[in-house]
């Protein structure tokens, strides 16, 4: 049935020509609004007529009609502080006739407006918003002062060649490679041994779950403390009095082969000592996380499997190799994949640990980079390019992952 | 016998391993309280100082009588009229003559508290007992006191540990940052110190205003949505949330700049609105809450509709208190993300009084220096709600995380 769209287009046109309003008050969109304005109440117009004539006719619905055409025919005459009243004319005109509308139509109307508001959320502060990151990064340092100019991709070009975007891939590469494997291997372990039907569960599991709720602005306060080079603890318990964790800037493998006369340098030099002090505290941080997951995994699969292979002579180790493992596959697989969007998201730690991005930038994280583009340097453009570029990375290595991990990943049903 | 002993060794190797990791994981935990009840010279000793003073009942007893000397046990405090006794024991009293002052903040001309306090010291035997007497007529909160001991008199100790000692020529110097601090004001010194350094109670505020805002608002919208895609059948609904499933392939970095332009448009940056309303609808929370509202038989609903219900009706009575579980769930996630979030606020907060504590605990990072006690304590604040709310909704937090992993 046809009119079954008829509340569904009404409701969409309504909430539509509030956004436009408000977007035309704070000035957001730089387009022809007369013309917008216009089509609104053209469309508006033959909106309501038409749902006049399919709906059951009432004097209600009619005036809610009415309430709904008359605001889009005054266009931007009408003042914004009005600009709910084509919505309230909505629900009018279904108060009026909604004891003779079948199922069907109410359905729709009532499905509509539960969704309304968080689509409108969506559409304001997430789907809108992404297009124009793409939009303001086609721009040559957009900006709230003047007339910026269109330079299409420059600013990926000049992202393509930015040594510290190149530094920030590098750090989260690493970042990557260490934290994902690390978590997850710990996260078994300790989710295995839990699993074993231990005394006192619940009190590990509170010690070990207890840092992923702390936030890390404070975790990293602590560990910055934990790892000051006069008074730290961990120089203290490892007998290096006066080193400077988050303040060396040199790479863990270089540091590590240079007794042997190997010099690396660049990429291969490895994560900085300081990179690597936040990422030990960020595997300490989400390591809660991952035993939390893994354990909900172990018990998910079924104990039979472990009895019959106990019936046919198998040891622990083969038991965990052979079933265990595989049927975590999935959890795994996801935890995997949380790390590596993870990855390009690390801010919070590296703001607090090392405010500037280390020594010689040697901390810097993508998301790191974005913040001080945009926010210290105001260079809106540049750091939309960066967004845009880590949204595609994150996209395709999210799909990569899923096309090689899939193959091996052992699904339960 | 074999098979017992091995089953045994695996038990111990078990209990083994997760305590060794149990202590790694609750070492920073250890560590950050300890620092927190710790003085300025205990953080700063080379060797680590298991077990600071601050936590030695012994000292408890002395704080408290020092408290009730000055004003009131538990927070002591300096009252007009009062006289507070501290008694140093030294090896040989006779060897020379001490000397105190109620120090004077550094650069300040003239300090009332140091000016009001009236100082006597009485040679008693074994040692000195130091008078201080607020003459003024003025309470003050705290009593500094700096003690000068000639290093003749050989070894000494003060019935309340002085906070830290330093050798000044022929001389040691005791330094208390309060003689009359009750128990509490002894044991949560550096608590009551940044307190008052920072806004943090106006922090608080922020935080828990935003995020209460945020849990309430989302489960209104998450809710209302979840039910519409999970038992109302109207057209669109396969596209609106094919919409949403994409929404969640984009990462948050991506809306930083875009929503802060938004907000600077519509002149909301350093208001609740920036803080609040760009992360009211969840998608997180509508799949969550969607997944609950399909668990609960059809049946129930097409009875309610039979019955004359109104979908509005069937969501709040019928869907809602049956989702209860779902709601919690969804409710600790949003808090957290709200309370534990320091970017978002970092960027479109300016002014102090905007500051969530995250932002606050942030700033206060840069401006506390080396005051490692006060950092300490200030982290421990800023994470207790959380940890607090752990306690009381343990088994929530527990099946909501494992509930977000499988799908």
Same mark, same amino acid.
């Given at each position: 049935?046809?009119?079954?769209?008829?509340?569904? #287009?009404?409701?969409?046109?309504?909430?539509?020509?509030?956004?436009?309003?408000?977007?035309?008050?704070?000035?957001?969109?730089?387009?022809?609004?007369?013309?917008?304005?216009?089509? %609104?109440?053209?469309?508006?117009?033959?909106?309501?007529?038409?749902?006049?004539?399919?709906?059951?006719?009432?004097?209600?619905? =009619?005036?809610?009609?009415?309430?709904?055409?008359?605001?889009?025919?005054?266009?931007?005459?009408?003042?914004?502080?009005?600009?709910?009243?084509?919505?309230?004319?909505?629900?009018?005109?279904?108060?009026?006739?909604?004891?003779?509308?079948?199922?069907?139509?109410?359905?729709?109307?009532?499905?509509?407006?539960?969704?309304?508001?968080?689509?409108?959320?969506?559409?304001?502060?997430? *789907?809108?918003?992404?297009?124009?990151?793409?939009?303001? =990064?086609?721009?040559?340092?957009?900006?709230?002062?003047?007339?910026?100019?269109?330079?299409?991709?420059?600013?990926?070009?000049?992202?393509?060649?930015?040594?510290?975007?190149?530094?920030?891939?590098?750090?989260?590469?690493?970042?990557?490679?260490?934290?994902?494997?690390?978590?997850?291997?710990?996260?078994?372990?300790?989710?295995?041994?839990?699993? /074993?039907?231990?005394?006192?569960?619940?009190?590990?599991?509170?010690?070990? %779950?207890?840092?992923?709720?702390?936030?890390?602005?404070?975790?990293?306060?602590?560990?910055?403390?934990?790892?000051?080079? /006069?008074?730290? %603890?961990?120089?203290?318990?490892?007998?290096?009095? #006066?080193?400077?964790?988050?303040?060396?800037?040199?790479?863990?493998?270089?540091?590590?082969?240079?007794?042997?006369?190997?010099?690396?340098?660049?990429?291969?030099?490895?994560?900085?000592?300081?990179?690597?002090?936040?990422?030990?505290?960020?595997?300490?941080?989400?390591?809660?996380?991952?035993?939390? *997951?893994?354990?909900?995994?172990?018990?998910?699969?079924? =104990?039979?499997?472990?009895?019959?292979?106990?019936?046919?002579?198998?040891?622990?180790?083969?038991?965990?190799?052979? *079933?265990?493992?595989?049927?975590?596959?999935?959890?795994?697989?996801?935890?995997?994949?949380?790390?590596?969007?993870?990855?390009?998201?690390?801010?919070?730690?590296?703001?607090?640990?090392?405010?500037?991005?280390?020594?010689?930038?040697?901390?810097?994280?993508?998301?790191?980079?974005?913040?001080?583009?945009?926010?210290?340097?105001?260079? %809106?453009?540049?750091?939309?390019?960066?967004?845009?570029?880590?949204?595609?990375?994150?996209?395709?290595?999210?799909? *990569?992952?899923?096309?090689?991990?899939?193959?091996?990943?052992?699904?339960?049903? | 016998?074999? &098979?017992?002993?091995?089953?045994?060794?695996?038990?111990?190797?078990?209990?083994? @391993?997760?305590?060794?990791?149990?202590?790694?994981?609750?070492?920073? $935990?250890?560590?950050?309280?300890? &620092?927190?009840?710790?003085?300025?010279?205990?953080?700063?000793?080379?060797?680590?100082?298991?077990?600071?003073?601050?936590?030695?009942?012994?000292? !408890?007893?002395?704080?408290?009588?020092?408290?009730?000397?000055?004003?009131?046990?538990?927070?002591?405090? $300096?009252?007009?009229?009062?006289?507070?006794?501290?008694?140093?024991? @030294?090896?040989?009293?006779?060897?020379?003559?001490?000397?105190?002052?109620?120090?004077?903040?550094?650069?300040?001309?003239?300090?009332?508290?140091?000016?009001?306090?009236?100082?006597?010291?009485?040679?008693?035997?074994?040692?000195?007992?130091?008078?201080?007497?607020?003459?003024?007529?003025?309470?003050?909160?705290?009593?500094?006191?700096?003690? !000068?001991?000639?290093?003749?008199?050989?070894?000494?100790?003060?019935?309340?540990?002085?906070?830290?000692?330093?050798?000044?020529?022929?001389?040691?110097?005791?330094?208390?940052?309060? @003689?009359?601090?009750?128990?509490?004001?002894?044991?949560?010194?550096?608590?009551?110190?940044?307190?008052?350094?920072?806004?943090?109670?106006?922090?608080?505020?922020?935080?828990?205003? &935003?995020?209460?805002?945020?849990?309430?608002?989302?489960?209104?919208?998450?809710?209302?949505?979840?039910?519409?895609?999970?038992?109302?059948?109207?057209?669109?609904?396969?596209?609106?949330?094919?919409?949403?499933?994409?929404?969640?392939?984009?990462?948050?970095?991506?809306?930083?700049?875009?929503?802060?332009?938004?907000?600077?448009?519509?002149?909301?940056?350093?208001?609740?609105?920036?803080?609040?309303?760009?992360?009211?609808?969840?998608?997180?929370?509508?799949?969550?809450?969607?997944?609950?509202?399909?668990?609960?038989?059809?049946?129930?609903?097409?009875?309610?509709?039979?019955?004359?219900?109104?979908?509005?009706?069937?969501?709040?009575?019928?869907?809602?208190?049956?989702?209860?579980?779902?709601?919690?769930?969804?409710?600790?996630?949003?808090?957290?993300?709200?309370?534990?979030?320091?970017?978002?606020?970092?960027?479109?907060?300016?002014?102090?009084?905007?500051?969530?504590?995250?932002?606050?605990?942030?700033?206060?990072?840069?401006?506390?220096?080396?005051?490692?006690?006060?950092?300490?304590?200030?982290? &421990?604040?800023?994470?207790?709600?959380?940890?607090?709310?752990?306690?009381?909704?343990?088994?929530?937090?527990?099946?909501?995380?494992?509930?977000?992993?499988?799908?």
């Amino acid at each position: 049935m046809v009119r079954t769209y008829a509340f569904p #287009g009404l409701l969409a046109l309504a909430v539509f020509y509030g956004l436009l309003q408000v977007g035309t008050q704070v000035q957001i969109f730089r387009a022809p609004m007369g013309a917008i304005f216009v089509l %609104f109440a053209l469309g508006g117009a033959a909106l309501a007529l038409w749902s006049w004539r399919l709906l059951p006719r009432t004097r209600t619905t =009619s005036l809610g009609l009415a309430l709904f055409t008359l605001p889009l025919l005054a266009g931007p005459l009408l003042p914004t502080t009005l600009a709910w009243l084509p919505l309230a004319g909505v629900f009018l005109a279904y108060a009026g006739c909604r004891a003779r509308l079948p199922e069907r139509d109410a359905a729709a109307f009532w499905g509509w407006v539960f969704v309304w508001p968080a689509l409108a959320l969506m559409l304001i502060w997430n *789907i809108f918003p992404s297009f124009f990151a793409l939009w303001i =990064s086609l721009f040559d340092r957009f900006n709230f002062i003047g007339e910026s100019r269109f330079v299409g991709l420059l600013n990926y070009q000049i992202l393509s060649r930015d040594p510290l975007f190149w530094r920030a891939l590098a750090n989260t590469f690493w970042y990557v490679v260490f934290t994902v494997p690390t978590g997850i291997v710990l996260g078994t372990v300790v989710a295995i041994l839990l699993n /074993e039907r231990i005394r006192g569960l619940g009190f590990y599991r509170t010690v070990y %779950f207890l840092p992923y709720i702390t936030a890390l602005t404070a975790a990293a306060a602590v560990w910055q403390w934990i790892y000051h080079p /006069e008074f730290g %603890f961990l120089n203290w318990l490892l007998g290096t009095p #006066g080193f400077d964790w988050l303040h060396t800037p040199e790479g863990i493998f270089a540091l590590a082969l240079a007794p042997f006369g190997v010099e690396l340098t660049g990429f291969w030099a490895g994560p900085s000592v300081a990179f690597t002090a936040i990422m030990i505290m960020t595997v300490w941080h989400f390591l809660g996380y991952n035993i939390v *997951i893994l354990l909900a995994g172990l018990q998910s699969i079924p =104990s039979q499997y472990y009895e019959a292979a106990e019936l046919d002579g198998a040891g622990w180790w083969q038991m965990q190799r052979h *079933i265990t493992w595989p049927l975590l596959s999935p959890t795994t697989f996801f935890l995997a994949i949380i790390g590596l969007i993870g990855a390009f998201q690390v801010f919070t730690q590296v703001y607090v640990m090392t405010p500037t991005g280390g020594v010689l930038n040697d901390t810097l994280t993508v998301a790191m980079y974005l913040y001080n583009k945009g926010f210290r340097d105001s260079d %809106f453009s540049y750091a939309s390019a960066l967004a845009v570029t880590m949204f595609v990375i994150i996209l395709a290595l999210t799909l *990569i992952q899923r096309r090689v991990l899939e193959r091996r990943v052992t699904y339960e049903h | 016998m074999s &098979t017992r002993l091995r089953r045994l060794l695996g038990r111990v190797f078990i209990y083994a @391993v997760l305590t060794a990791g149990a202590v790694v994981m609750a070492f920073p $935990f250890y560590w950050m309280l300890a &620092t927190s009840v710790k003085s300025p010279q205990e953080a700063q000793q080379a060797a680590p100082i298991w077990f600071p003073e601050r936590i030695q009942p012994a000292n !408890w007893r002395t704080a408290w009588r020092l408290g009730a000397e000055g004003d009131r046990p538990w927070w002591g405090g $300096f009252a007009p009229g009062r006289e507070v006794t501290l008694f140093i024991a @030294v090896e040989n009293p006779a060897a020379g003559a001490p000397r105190a002052r109620v120090p004077k903040p550094p650069a300040v001309f003239s300090d009332p508290r140091s000016e009001a306090t009236r100082i006597r010291i009485e040679t008693r035997k074994g040692g000195w007992a130091v008078h201080l007497k607020n003459t003024s007529q003025q309470r003050f909160a705290t009593l500094p006191l700096v003690v !000068w001991i000639p290093k003749e008199a050989g070894r000494f100790r003060a019935e309340l540990p002085p906070d830290a000692v330093r050798s000044q020529r022929g001389y040691w110097r005791l330094e208390w940052e309060n @003689v009359a601090p009750g128990w509490f004001g002894y044991l949560f010194h550096n608590y009551r110190e940044a307190w008052h350094a920072a806004p943090f109670g106006r922090y608080f505020y922020v935080s828990f205003v &935003t995020a209460g805002t945020q849990v309430l608002g989302g489960l209104l919208i998450a809710t209302m949505a979840a039910f519409a895609f999970a038992r109302i059948r109207f057209p669109g609904r396969e596209a609106v949330f094919l919409l949403f499933v994409a929404t969640m392939m984009i990462p948050g970095e991506v809306l930083l700049i875009p929503n802060y332009i938004l907000l600077a448009k519509l002149h909301w940056l350093d208001t609740f609105y920036a803080l609040i309303v760009p992360w009211l609808a969840s998608v997180f929370g509508i799949f969550l809450l969607r997944q609950f509202f399909l668990s609960l038989p059809q049946d129930l609903f097409d009875a309610a509709r039979i019955d004359g219900a109104s979908y509005w009706g069937m969501l709040w009575r019928i869907a809602f208190p049956l989702a209860v579980p779902g709601l919690i769930t969804y409710g600790i996630f949003a808090f957290l993300g709200a309370y534990n979030a320091l970017l978002w606020p970092l960027i479109v907060t300016q002014s102090p009084e905007m500051r969530t504590i995250q932002v606050g605990l942030q700033a206060f990072i840069g401006e506390a220096g080396s005051d490692y006690g006060q950092l300490m304590a200030a982290s &421990t604040m800023a994470i207790l709600p959380i940890v607090l709310g752990y306690f009381f909704a343990q088994r929530h937090f527990i099946q909501g995380i494992a509930r977000s992993g499988i799908k």
